[in-house]
């Protein structure tokens, strides 16, 4: 250096535990404070843009796992073209492999709170499922209320609804009906916007049978 001085920052105690390059690089730092700072600053983000990389691999791999280990625990799904009688579930059941069949129940609706409304699908989900089952964001299973409607935590801000409140739920299929439907509970699921219902209430709601969207 042009000017050579000991650092203010080398007391005694720091002088015996840093050796001549430590010594070195600490004077360098106090001369030049401002670059110090911005070399200080550029690595603090560099080392956060590759935390926020690994973050969104653990946040994916999450996903994989919750949702086809512990959600939806069946190897084939079955999508029908028009809801369908429960022989097919028999049908189903007799094919080479199958080792059991859970019917599904998906109601097209347009939910509507006041001025707020979705287009989405209404999940019927039967009180015991083997299979597709609701679960939050940390796995645990949601038991279904025997009336009302659960919603995703998201849908729920979006239509401006809680527990307790009605949603005006408009069928696009069949006869279209139009009911208004208590929300009996929020569930923070990981799907955005979603609308659940035990499967013997949606049937009613329809005033159908135990038909089935798909297995």
């Known amino acids: ?3 050579y001085q000991k650092s203010f920052l080398e007391t005694p105690w720091v002088s015996r535990h840093l050796g001549a390059a430590g010594r070195m690089v600490l004077r360098n730092v106090t001369r030049h404070p401002l670059r110090a700072s911005a070399s200080i600053v550029g690595i603090g983000f560099a080392v956060a843009i590759l935390m926020v990389g690994f973050v969104f691999t653990d946040a994916i791999e999450r996903l994989i796992e919750t ?3 512990v959600a939806e625990r069946q190897h084939v799904t079955v999508a ?4 369908r009688s429960d022989a097919v579930r028999h049908a189903l059941a007799r094919l080479p492999g199958v080792v059991a069949v859970e019917p599904q129940r998906s109601v097209a609706v347009r939910a509507r709170s006041g001025h707020r409304e979705r287009y989405l699908a209404i999940t019927g989900v039967p009180p015991n499922p083997r299979f597709k089952r609701i679960v939050d964001r940390d796995g645990r299973a949601i ?7 659960v ?6 801000q979006v239509l401006g609804v809680a527990p307790g409140d009605s949603v005006m739920l408009e ?4 006869a279209r009906p139009v009911h208004q439907v208590p929300v009996a509970g929020l569930v923070d699921d990981i799907l955005g916007l979603s609308i659940y219902m035990d499967l013997g209430a ?9 038909v089935s969207s798909g297995a």
């Open 202 to 210: 949606l049937h009613r709601l329809m005033r159908e049978g135990e």
């Open 143 to 149: 038991q279904m209320p025997a009336s009302g409607v």
């Open 80 to 83: 029908f073209v028009e809801p």
């Open 1 to 3: 250096p042009a000017r």
């Open 171 to 174: 069928v696009l299929e069949g």
């Open 67 to 69: 949702q086809f280990w």
């Open 151 to 156: 919603l995703s935590q998201m849908l729920a």
